[in-house]
């Protein structure tokens, strides 16, 4: 059974440039959500999608969109990238109305904006 | 809001030694709480989870229990392994899910 599976698994950007991220969830996960996690700390909550829409936003500006499509595969997208964007991205799945048992993380996407 | 506080670290322990890393928290309505694993350059693990007051949580040796009244959900293992070494993220979950809080992790070192 795979799990929740990222692409890329490193990416280096320049300044102002854009990236897009992707996710497949687990199987049988409907729902995904996005965090952002900067070197030493706890993952960010950026968004999380359901049925193709935002369902929750965190607090992170709108250079940061996302998408979800028909087989809950999720896109997340970040325009006029800074060099505070350096993190580690890592999308969660989880099925509706299971949230608060826990996700399934991937393993990340290591971004580096220099 | 909701919040999550837990230990800093790191924490470095003697293989077999008794693990405590303390977490508390904030939040309104009925949160549902977690302890989550990273291991080096991976992502993160569940490790165990509590949805409602009183509950305990345990898995692979390691245990915590949600305490309302003194809204805490600390994290323990009586004997530890080197393989044990790892960060260590409490977190919270608001009542329907749609959002998880994670603490600042606390990274455990345990030596031969």
């Known amino acids: 059974d795979a799990g929740v599976t990222q692409s890329p698994t490193h990416l280096i950007k320049t300044r102002g440039q854009q990236v897009t991220l992707r996710c497949s969830p687990k199987s049988g996960h409907d729902t995904v959500s996005w965090y952002q996690q900067a070197l030493g700390q706890g993952p960010q909550f950026i968004f999380q999608y359901y049925e193709e829409e935002e369902r929750q936003r965190g607090n992170f500006p709108d250079r940061f969109s996302g998408h979800q499509f028909p087989n809950y595969s999720s896109e997340l997208n970040v325009n006029a990238l800074l060099l505070g964007d350096s993190a580690l991205y890592l999308c969660?799945?989880?099925?509706?109305?299971?949230?608060?048992?826990?996700?399934?993380f991937g393993s990340g996407t290591r971004l580096t904006v220099v | 809001g909701n919040s999550v506080t837990q230990m800093e670290g790191p924490v470095t322990l003697s293989e077999e030694a008794f693990l405590t890393i303390n977490c508390t928290y904030t939040a309104t309505g009925y949160p549902s709480l977690f302890w989550y694993v990273q291991y080096p350059g991976e992502g993160l693990q569940l490790l165990l989870k509590a949805t409602k007051a009183d509950d305990k949580g345990s898995n692979k040796g390691f245990e915590a229990t949600y305490r309302k009244e003194t809204t805490s959900f600390h994290l323990e293992k009586g004997s530890v392994q080197v393989s044990d070494s790892a960060v260590y993220f409490c977190a919270l979950s608001d009542t329907g899910g749609f959002k998880t809080i994670f603490g600042a992790g606390t990274r455990l070192f345990v030596k031969a």
């Open positions: 969660a799945s989880s099925l509706s109305g299971t949230g608060n048992y826990g996700y399934t």
